[in-house]
T-cell receptor, first 115, second 115 residues
Framework: GAGVSQSPRYKVAKRGQDVALRCDPISGHVSLFWYQQALGQGPEFLTY????????KSGLPSDRFFAERPEGSVSTLKIQRTQQEDSAVYLC?????????????FGEGSRLTVL | AQSVTQLDSQVPVFEEAPVELRCNYS??????LFWYVQYPNQGLQLLLK????STLVKGINGFEAEFNKSQTSFHLRKPSVHISDTAEYFC?????????????WGLGTSLAVNP
């Protein structure tokens, strides 16, 4: 497709389960971002990749959160031993290489509910 | 550190009326400024951005915003709104210099356009 694709769109997990969220960026977009958006809040930065290199992971809230982009295209955000406070919409965005303008193209998000 | 304050969480307005969504930011260094829109069940979409130059920037769908450095504001305006403008609007900033690509977001303003 032409846009950023995220899957699954909705995920319900029991507390303690591991989850994996997938992001397919726009073809040719070198930069990829993950954001977390809690209900009624703005997005919060989690991590940023340029190609396969994870250049900034300062926003990951704990060591239970892990992101990878092994071939510089598809990315996976993994959350281990999920907790209720992990419930949020996880947004993936991509942008062109060297895009200093900051224009990000967002997917529709993956809504995670932890019971 | 940078921060963004959106002064109104909800803005109800009648169709064809003008609207202003307010955004103030805090930063000790130069920033780029953005407005994104999130329509129901869709991903975030860039409305407009200020990087440098003219302080009045025009975006898509008839929106415009004015950068005011002395008041550290970047308010979004539209002279006549449509029902289809009903959405969540987010103001965001990022550092203008360096390699830090992450966006700092406001909490959002919900615009409800009524007939």
């Amino acid at each position: 497709g032409a846009g950023v694709s995220q899957s699954p769109r909705y995920k319900v997990a029991k507390r303690g389960q591991d989850v994996a969220l997938r992001c397919d960026p726009i073809s040719g977009h070198v930069s990829l971002f993950w954001y977390q958006q809690a209900l009624g809040q703005g997005p919060e930065f989690l991590t940023y990749f340029q190609n396969e290199a994870q250049l900034d992971k300062s926003g990951l809230p704990s060591d239970r959160f892990f992101a990878e982009r092994p071939e510089g295209s598809v990315s996976t955000l993994k959350i281990q031993r999920t907790q209720q406070e992990d419930s949020a919409v996880y947004l993936c965005a991509s942008s062109l290489a060297g895009a200093t303008t900051g224009e990000l193209f967002f997917g529709e998000g993956s809504r995670l509910t932890v019971l | 550190a940078q921060s963004v304050t959106q002064l109104d969480s909800q803005v109800p307005v009648f169709e064809e009326a003008p609207v202003e969504l307010r955004c103030n930011y805090s930063s000790s260094v130069s920033v780029y400024l953005f407005w994104y829109v999130q329509y129901p069940n869709q991903g975030l979409q860039l409305l407009l951005k200020y990087l440098s130059g003219s302080t009045l920037v025009k975006g898509i769908n008839g929106f415009e915003a004015e950068f005011n450095k002395s008041q550290t504001s970047f308010h979004l305006r539209k002279p006549s709104v449509h029902i289809s403008d009903t959405a969540e609007y987010f103001c965001a900033v990022r550092l203008a210099a360096g390699n830090n690509r992450k966006l700092i977001w406001g909490l959002g303003t919900s615009l409800a356009v009524n007939p």
